[in-house]
């Protein structure tokens, strides 16, 4: 089958968010394996302040940003949970992969592990993000925070992933701030194995939306696991149709490609 990469700019990022997605495509160095092209799309919707996930991570509670990223080849998984001061997340996580022991590293324990391998002090923070703590602080203030809760996590363009497939060979990448708001220290589905993101010999599943409930649905593994039982559309559109909260999903397959969320999500394919 045809070399294929799809992305996508999170669970609520709007349908006009398409066109810069496509562009990133189109200025994609397609040189490399699968993961080679699923990390590097990642690393350029990080690197841009829209999406919610490297430089435009949103914030903590308290202020602080914390990230998170996975990637899943059949060189295995890597992940990075609750990472600060690193411009690419994503990268330590494949590095993880590639270069340690261990398949997730959290916290402290992750920015040492990036700082030995020479990742550069980075702040990710944005005026956007800045703007997001105010409102929150003015909301806590006021004693209005549940309405805040829901419209900020309504306004906030969301994690990025990839699946790609080159050479019949699978990969996925993703990378996320998290779902705000949340507390410091809390982990969502995108860099558990299984959850977020899963990848395999018969394809690559990316997920994001509200973390806690795709965490506790295994939903990309789940998803997996349904490939070449019937089309793909309709693995992925039943698993999330069952869904309350905000859902999507990237997948792709030996022969097919999937893009369904059960809100916006903006997303871009290119066929190589
Ligand atoms: N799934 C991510 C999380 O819960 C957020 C997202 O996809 O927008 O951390």
């Given at each position: 089958m045809k070399n294929q990469i799809v992305i996508h700019g999170g669970a609520n990022s709007p349908s006009t968010l398409n066109e810069k997605l496509q562009k990133i495509l189109d200025n994609l160095d397609v040189n490399g394996s699968s993961l080679d092209l699923a990390v590097k799309s990642v690393v350029m919707m990080e690197d841009d302040p829209t999406f919610n996930a490297g430089t435009g991570s949103v914030p903590r509670i308290d202020g602080s940003i914390q990230m998170d990223a996975a990637v899943m080849s059949d060189s295995g998984f890597g992940s990075v949970m609750c990472i600060e001061n690193v411009k690419h997340p994503v990268m330590v996580a494949r590095d993880v992969m590639e270069k340690s022991p261990h398949i997730m590293l959290a916290g402290e324990g992750a920015v040492e592990f990036a700082r030995k391998l020479e990742y550069e002090y980075y702040n990710p923070e944005t005026e956007k993000s800045r703007e997001m703590m105010d409102k929150l602080k003015a909301s806590i203030k006021n004693n209005t925070l549940p309405e805040k809760f829901k419209f900020m996590v309504k306004s906030s363009s969301d994690t990025v992933g990839a699946v790609a497939r080159i050479d019949d060979k699978f990969a996925a990448a993703v990378s996320t701030g998290g779902a705000f708001p949340m507390l410091r220290g809390r982990v969502g589905d995108s860099p558990v194995i299984g959850a977020g993101i899963y990848q395999g010999e018969k394809g690559a599943v990316v997920a994001t939306g509200i973390g806690e409930d795709i965490a506790k649905d295994l939903l990309s593994f789940r998803i997996y696991q349904q490939?070449?039982?019937?089309?793909?559309?309709?693995i992925v559109k039943k698993e999330i149709d069952k869904f309350k909260v905000s859902v999507g999903i990237i997948a792709i397959s030996d022969n097919e490609y999937s893009?369904?969320?059960?809100?916006?999500?903006?997303?871009?394919e290119r066929e190589l």
């Open positions: 490939i070449g039982t019937d089309d793909l559309n309709e893009v369904y969320a059960n809100t916006d999500m903006a997303h871009a």
